[in-house]
Nanobody, 126 residues
Framework: QLQIVESGGGLVQSGGSLRLSCETS????????VGWFRQAPGKEREWVSC????????HYKESVKGRFTVSRDNNRYTVFLQMNNLKPEDTAVYYC???????????????????WGQGTQVTVSS
């Protein structure tokens, strides 16, 4: 029914790039905001980025600004996280989550999203 699947993680060296995908099904996708989150071993899960349903509003955690870009293809029901210039401190399990877009339009910058994927591992070696 409602399905969220992350993919694209892997092992890269510092300075490398990865593109994560969040494929969804069962949603009226253009009215849902999507957030990206990560959780490193022994750490709390943290919000990283988000994009609203229309794709015209995005937000980023300060430490990833200029390196990560979130985008969406509503025709494919998919949100992407392009991660460039990766650093060892980016190592974590990355999750996407989906929630109804708030009004006024935008996306939440906290962890209060309703539907969550299973995560994909990103490991950045030094």
């Amino acid at each position: 029914q409602l399905q969220i699947v992350e993919s694209g993680g892997g092992l890269v060296q510092s300075g490398g790039s990865l593109r994560l995908s969040c494929e969804t099904s069962g949603f009226l996708f253009d009215v849902y905001a999507v957030g990206w989150f990560r959780q490193a071993p022994g750490k709390e899960r943290e919000w990283v980025s988000c994009i609203n349903g229309g794709g015209n509003i995005t937000h980023y955690k300060e430490s990833v600004k200029g390196r990560f870009t979130v985008s969406r293809d509503n025709n494919r029901y998919t949100v992407f996280l392009q991660m460039n210039n990766l650093k060892p401190e980016d190592t974590a399990v990355y999750y996407c989550a989906v929630d109804r877009e708030p009004f006024p339009p935008g996306c939440r910058t906290d962890l209060r999203y309703r539907y969550w994927g299973q995560g994909t591992q990103v490991t950045v070696s030094s």
